[in-house]
Structures are given as structure tokens and as C-alpha cells.
Antibody
Framework: EVQLVESGGGLVQPGRSLKLSCAASGFTFSDYYMAWVRQAPTKGLEWVASISYDGGSTYYRDSVKGRFTISRDNAKSSLYLQMDSLRSEDTATYYC?????????????WGQGVMVTVSS | DIQMTQSPASLSASLGETVTIECLASEDIYDILAWYQQKPGKSPQLLIYDASSLHTGVPSRFSGSGSGTQYSLKINSLQPEDFASYYCQNGLSAPRTFGSGTKLEIK
């Protein structure tokens, strides 16, 4: 059974940093692209970042480029999101997901999510 | 970026009814479209990909159709567990974009 378990969320002041982690199990982690998708309170879904199988390629939405860094450790079956210079608009639940590749990009398995609140 | 417009934003229906949710892409996405279900307090789950293919374990009362820029999700014979929010997603191009969601409530 695929399991994705996020951790590292919490309350942080604007301008500060936070690092999210996602522990994966139940599948061969290195065979999958991985992604972070977020959802602001009572709002819809928003893709944040994706990373290739070996971490050699990374992709970000414009609003987080230069502030967020996605990375992975295949030996530990873990995904990370380093979030710097946080803003109030980054407040959301962050989901770790697997991402299909090829001509299509879908998010086929999701973690339970971790809440990040950016507030003074 | 490809914009995904979903309708309606909310929908009330009774158990056993059939409902349809629409999704309009701002440009042709060549059937590279997914639908997700999200129950309150839970993470989204993939229902349908490539516009009409059911993800593993999804009941056959769910179906997807469409082409070009217009797509729909149909749920036959609504069950209690189907009352949730539904989102479409462009899987063709980056950035991956989602519709704003449809909340399906019990009448």
C-alpha cells in the first residue's frame, strides 16, 4: 500500500523558513516523480513544485521560484520542501504526492497533508 | 497558463440521482485531464485520468468524457460517500492547473 506521510508544518512568522518532509513507503520511490500541492484554507488546489526521479530536474510555480526548494533522498525514500522568505499567502495545507510522467502529469497518490501557517 | 473553469461551483442532489460536473479548459488539452474527489478534512484522491480512465479502485458509477476544451464528470446513482468536492486538473502542460472545484451536497 502506498503511504506518504508529511511532517514539519507549523506556525511561522513572515520572512522566516520552514522545511517540510515526506516519508514514502509501499512503492519504489526512485521510480516516481514527486510533487507538492497546496490548498489554502477553504480554497482550491494549487501545484507548487515537482522533482524528477533522481532530483536532477526541478520545477516550480512562479510565485515560489527563488524562495522554495524541492529535493529528495532516494536512499531514505523521502521528499522535502525547503520554504524560505515565507509570506502570508503561503498559508496552506501542503500535500506530498506522486506524479505520473510522460505526456501527462497527474497526482495519483497523496499524503494526509501538513498545515503551514504564516503569521506574526 | 491553461485556465480550468469548473461549473457549477456547488450542487445539491439526492441519493440515487445522477449528476454531471463540467470543466472547460482555456485551450485544447487533448484529453489530458484528471478528476479528483476530496472529502471534508481529507486529502484529494484521483478518480479519473486521461479524461475517461478510472483510477484503481474507483467505482464504475463514476465516468468521465469530453475532448478538446470541454470535459465532464458524471456520477450515477449517488451514494452517501459521494458527497464531497470535485476538482478537474490540466495534466498536459506546466504549470499543472486545477479547476476551482464543485461542492456536491445532499439535498
Amino acid at each position: 500500500e502506498v503511504q506518504l506521510v508529511e511532517s514539519g508544518g507549523g506556525l511561522v512568522q513572515p520572512g522566516r523558513s520552514l522545511k517540510l518532509s515526506c516519508a514514502a513507503s509501499g512503492f519504489t520511490f526512485s521510480d516516481y516523480y514527486m510533487a507538492w500541492v497546496r490548498q489554502a484554507p477553504t480554497k482550491g488546489l494549487e501545484w507548487v513544485a515537482s522533482i524528477s526521479y533522481d532530483g536532477g530536474s526541478t520545477y516550480y510555480r512562479d510565485s515560489v521560484k527563488g524562495r522554495f526548494t524541492i529535493s529528495r533522498d532516494n536512499a531514505k525514500s523521502s521528499l522535502y520542501l525547503q520554504m524560505d522568505s515565507l509570506r502570508s499567502e503561503d498559508t496552506a495545507t501542503y500535500y506530498c504526492t506522486t506524479e505520473t510522467t510522460g505526456p501527462s502529469g497527474y497526482f495519483d497518490y497523496w499524503g494526509q497533508g501538513v498545515m503551514v501557517t504564516v503569521s506574526s | 497558463d491553461i485556465q480550468m473553469t469548473q461549473s457549477p461551483a456547488s450542487l445539491s442532489a439526492s441519493l440515487g440521482e445522477t449528476v454531471t460536473i463540467e470543466c472547460l479548459a482555456s485551450e485544447d488539452i487533448y484529453d489530458i485531464l484528471a478528476w479528483y474527489q476530496q472529502k471534508p478534512g481529507k486529502s484529494p484522491q484521483l478518480l479519473i485520468y486521461d479524461a475517461s480512465s478510472l483510477h484503481t479502485g474507483v467505482p464504475s458509477r463514476f465516468s468521465g468524457s469530453g475532448s478538446g476544451t470541454q470535459y465532464s464528470l458524471k456520477i450515477n446513482s449517488l451514494q452517501p460517500e459521494d458527497f464531497a468536492s470535485y476538482y478537474c486538473q490540466n495534466g498536459l502542460s506546466a504549470p499543472r492547473t486545477f479547476g476551482s472545484g464543485t461542492k456536491l451536497e445532499i439535498k
